[in-house]
């Protein structure tokens, strides 16, 4: 789960500032009020290649940001699976990304994807 705060709405794009960044996504729900607050799951609709837009990276900290016409993530490895699931926590938020290949030992990722792959799902606690 994690908290946003909604700076614009337009069509189904919400543009938002959470604790771990500024983000652009698709909204998932009834029109959000500019300037509420929401609890929200990211849903990362993407397949994954190593080297093209997912990589290892030093940071040790969450974060979300714009790039370009997409948005990069920063979050950590929790698990690999056989079947080509990668398991990350993005600030506490389980996230399950589609790799095609992972080469491990990671203990940190930044992957990108465009915009139009990242959906909100707002939520009551």
Do not use: R
């Not at 994954?48 to 974060?63: M, Y």
């Not at 993530?73 to 290949?101: A, K, M, N, R």
């Amino acid at each position: 789960m994690t908290n946003i705060t909604v700076v614009k709405f337009d069509g189904n794009k919400v543009e938002f500032t959470s604790p771990l960044g500024n983000g652009v996504a698709v909204w998932c729900d009834e029109p959000p009020e500019v300037s509420s607050s929401y609890n929200v799951e990211f849903d990362v609709d993407d397949i994954f290649k190593w080297g093209l837009n997912i990589n290892d990276v030093c940071q040790e900290t969450s974060e979300i940001k714009v790039d370009g016409d997409g948005m990069l993530f920063v979050s950590q490895v929790i698990s690999y699976e056989s079947d080509g699931v990668l398991t990350v926590s993005l600030g506490g938020q389980i996230i399950f990304l589609d790799v095609e290949y992972y080469p491990g030992g990671s203990k940190f990722v930044s992957f990108s994807t465009a915009i139009k792959n990242i959906s909100l799902y707002p939520f009551e606690v």
